[in-house]
Every structure is written in structure tokens, then in C-alpha cells.
């Protein structure tokens, strides 16, 4: 079975700072994992993948995440917030055995103040 | 192109009653999967369907249940509603095929509101 666990269902931050939203997964094959993001009253956009390439990941509007295998990890980054970034972020896992379901995490709010 | 498409946007019930979501995928996608998320939670599998057959079922009871037509949109329906079936209702296509995984690509849901 698989599992996403993300850390903190908030996080600040100033407009200009740094943005860090946690994820750890749990997969008994090896993952495919994404991170998608929701603003409010509208669906899921995905933001960017990991598929067993590079474990460097870059996405839309300036964020990236980093798969660790060791630390079963894919936090995702962004080296200065905009307002814009304000929304509901999460992580989802997908077993790469076909038919690719995922299983999504409870969700990270990020808050970004002036 | 159009993306993932949902109808309809909102919905009222009364508890008992039985309810109907459509979904119609991204041009060229086969595969058409149905979430619930609930207020403040992150989104639940329900079903999964490919090439009209059911991949996948996810812990849900038999209140609901799902079909795919020949043109690869679904529906979704649920049986004798109750309270906690308020949610959003999503629907994801992909280009899916066995032993590949591809991205989800999200309509913008169904909030279903059961009073």
C-alpha cells in the first residue's frame, strides 16, 4: 500500500522568501510522485512529476522538488514567494504498475503575507 | 483543446435521494478517474476507468457506483445520500495505457451538497 504524509497543514511565509512544503511517501514499488496545487473553488494543476528520471524536478511557476530515495522524500521548493502562490498544495503518489491511481496527501495551505 | 470538463458545477440534495455527475475527458484520453475531497482533506480515489472497464475501485460502498461510454466520458452516481457525501467531486482523464503511467489532468468538480 501507498501513503503520503505531508508536514505542516500551514506554512507562512513572507513575499520574497523561501517556500518549503514537505512530503514523505511510502510506496512498496518505486514511485511516481507529483505535486498538484488548487486554488480556491477549482480543481487540481499539476505542478510538476517525478517519473524515475532526473531526481531533480522542475515545474510551473518557478518551483522544483527533489526525490530522495533515502530519505523517501519530495519536498517541494521555491526560492521567493509571490502572492500569487497563495493556494492548497499537495503531493500524490502513483505506483508505476499501470492504471495509475493516486493517493494524495491531507494538503499544505501556503500563506503568503506582504 | 478543452480541458476536463464537469457538470453539473453545484448541486443540492436531500439525504436519501440520488444524484448523477458527468464528466467528459481531455480529447484523446481514454482513461477517466472519479475523487471525493472533502472539505479540508486531500482528494480520495473512487474509480478508475480505461477503454470502458473498471481498473479500479477504491474504499468506497456500493452506494456508488460509475460507468464509461463509448466517447470515454462518465458518470458517476450515488445511491440513497447521505450527509457525508458532501463534498467535491473530481474527475481526472489521462492517456493511461497498462504498464504506463501518465499525468492526471483535473476538471474543475461538482461541490455536491447533501442536506
Known amino acids: 500500500a501507498q501513503s503520503v504524509t505531508q508536514l505542516g497543514s500551514h506554512v507562512s511565509v513572507s513575499e520574497g522568501a523561501l517556500v518549503l512544503l514537505r512530503c514523505n511517501y511510502s510506496s512498496s514499488v518505486p514511485p511516481y510522485l507529483f505535486w498538484y496545487v488548487q486554488y480556491p473553488n477549482q480543481g487540481l494543476q499539476l505542478l510538476l512529476k517525478?517519473?524515475?528520471?532526473?531526481?531533480l524536478v522542475k515545474g510551473i511557476n518557478g518551483f522544483e522538488a527533489e526525490f530522495k530515495k533515502s530519505e523517501t522524500s519530495f519536498h517541494l521548493t521555491k526560492p521567493s514567494a509571490h502572492m500569487s502562490d497563495a493556494a492548497e498544495y499537495f503531493c500524490a503518489v502513483s505506483e508505476n504498475s499501470g492504471y495509475s491511481t493516486l493517493t494524495f496527501g491531507k494538503g499544505t495551505m501556503l500563506l503568503v503575507s506582504p | 483543446d478543452a480541458g476536463v470538463t464537469q457538470s453539473p458545477t453545484h448541486l443540492i440534495k436531500t439525504r436519501g435521494q440520488h444524484v448523477t455527475l458527468r464528466c467528459s475527458p481531455i480529447?484523446?484520453?481514454?482513461?477517466v478517474s472519479w475523487y471525493q475531497q472533502v472539505l479540508g482533506q486531500g482528494p480520495q480515489f473512487i474509480f478508475q476507468?480505461?477503454?470502458?472497464?473498471?481498473?479500479g475501485r477504491g474504499n468506497f460502498p456500493d452506494r456508488f457506483s460509475a460507468r464509461q461510454f463509448p466517447n470515454y466520458s462518465s458518470e458517476l452516481n450515488v445511491n440513497a445520500l447521505l450527509l457525508g457525501d458532501s463534498a467535491l467531486y473530481l474527475c481526472?482523464?489521462?492517456?493511461?495505457?497498462?504498464?504506463?503511467?501518465?499525468?492526471?489532468?483535473f476538471g474543475p468538480g461538482t461541490r455536491l451538497t447533501v442536506t
Open positions: 480529447s484523446g484520453h481514454k482513461s
Open positions: 481526472a482523464s489521462s492517456l493511461n495505457a497498462a504498464g504506463v503511467t501518465y499525468e492526471q489532468y
Open positions: 476507468y480505461y477503454e470502458k472497464e473498471e481498473r
Open positions: 517525478y517519473t524515475s528520471a532526473a531526481t
